[in-house]
């Protein structure tokens, strides 16, 4: 039953970042959006995963996966907006 419900969690995030990628104004906020589907949907997916194994080697292993996810995926959304900002890209595209 919670793994279902951790299923239907990260559809929801996945949904919810997509929905944003399209309707959010600006690039920076849409990188938020990507960042979010990126970090909240993996890890409720890989505790789902977690969950439904059980204690195993497997676990441990998902375990070590959604810690390396967790440090490095807002490192990644970090730099990746920096390089836009520092390269100067604009808030809203041109509509020319």
Do not use: Q
Request: charged content about 10%.
């Amino acid at each position: 039953m919670i793994v279902n419900l951790l299923l239907i969690l990260c559809w929801f995030y996945i949904g919810w970042g997509i929905y944003g990628l399209y309707h959010l104004p600006s690039i920076y906020s849409r990188f938020f959006a990507a960042g979010f589907i990126d970090t909240m949907a993996l890890i409720t997916l890989i505790l789902a995963l977690i969950l439904y194994s059980g204690l195993s080697d497997f676990a441990f292993r998902l375990l070590l996966i959604l810690v390396f996810v967790m440090v490095t995926n807002p490192i990644s959304t970090h730099l990746i907006v920096r390089s836009a900002y520092l390269g100067k890209v604009p808030l809203k595209e041109d509509p020319s």
